[in-house]
């Protein structure tokens, strides 16, 4: 039954991969790429994957589509098609072609889904399963394993997060000295919008707070929680306009803040090294953390670094949003 | 908020303390009833996405049909976890009262979402559709 389901859902994500390439309105295709991201997340959902389909419904299918539409409002929402310059689209068809055919090679090497003899399964998920919940009392595998046995590729995640932040920034942030073409930096006048959004900020907040400090219990972490905060950032300011965000958050405290999200993570992993281990292993914070032994130090180090990527991706957010929409010059907004 | 809170409590303690056949019966039928309708108007919306001539009208049946069907379907989802629970504990309590938050989430912010596309709509000065086919 559940087989089943997941087909009809496979088919689904196909055709509607097929039907976003296909059409030429390409806000109808950012539309259609979201309902794309959704079911996936479903897809993930129903393999188990909880924490996959709860990254993918907040980054694929919530803010990414946030982005595109911001994207959409600097430029243009119809495709630049010439018909006769072909070449192109046959260097494009050329490589989507060999990359499929590349992968599709490779599909047969992979294991069938839950087969429990496939080598990933029989050594290192096998330990995982066995002794994380022994080694650091965290009842969510996934947030055990991202966040301390694979430490470093978390690590190097939010540094992924934070150096496109930087990137987008620094792409399109114009000087200021140039004179603005029209200065149309109206509030939002709308009562009904401001009052809903005002209701639902807090709670949205409160939520992604939840999700970033009871990530070690329950699907979710610093990525989830940290786009969760910052699509409500995102959210007033839509509702209101770019001048009141940027009071709450401005640009330069959010490069800050940003910045401290990495640090703390590394910062963490640094300490100890000064106390005669290796990098990253919490183990030995055993040593600073009052009332603590090597078990629980893991565990409570493990909520540190999610609030530094939590900081790192709510800025990162905010950032690229906040750049794509005002094309760089951060005075208005959608 | 606490209306709702206060109903589903209200249910779990009926549904788990009187076992009378006639009584879960009736929990039934209204968890049967909830679903029901709620998919009968998820149906309405659709075609009325499909069928209505233009931009307001479509969002009029997107808006409202889309709020109250996703409502009456999380309800029965509620009410059904409380429901099928063999011993009331927190935590079923608890998911029914998550439940019931997104229901609160749902009510604020759809029809604030559609609000939000009428007006751009209206002041991107779409022209609303008229009948004229009885006019002339």
Known sequence: MLLGIETLLLILVLILAVVSLWIRDLMSSVVVFGAYSFLMCLIWTGMGAVDVAFTEAAVGAGVSTVFFVAVLFNTTRRIQFNPLDLSAKIFSAILCIGTGYLLMLGLSDLPSWGDPQALVNTNVSKYYIESAYKQTKVPNLVTAVLADYRAFDTMFETCVVFIAVLGIFMLLKKDGREPLKETSAKANDNLIIRVASRFMVPFIQLFGLYVVAHGHYSPGGGFQGGVILGASLIL?????????VKQLLSIKRMLLLAVIGVIIFAGWGLVPVFLGQSFLDY???AAL???????????HSMLAVEIGVAITVMCGMYGIYMSLVSDGRFDKGL | MAINVLAVILFAIISQTIHHPTVQLILNILIMASLGLGLFFFFATSVGVLRFPDFFTRLHAAGKGDTLSTILILLACSLFSLKSAKTLDQTTILAAIKILLIINFIFIGSPTATHALIEAGYNS???PWENNATRN
Request: net charge negative; aromatic share 12%; proline share 4%.
């Open chain 1, 283 to 285: 183990s030995a914070w």
């Open chain 1, 236 to 244: 007033v300011a839509m509702a209101f306009n770019i001048e009141f």
């Open chain 2, 125 to 127: 000065e779409i022209d």
């Open chain 1, 289 to 299: 953390l009052p009332g603590t032994g090597e078990i629980m130090a893991r565990s």
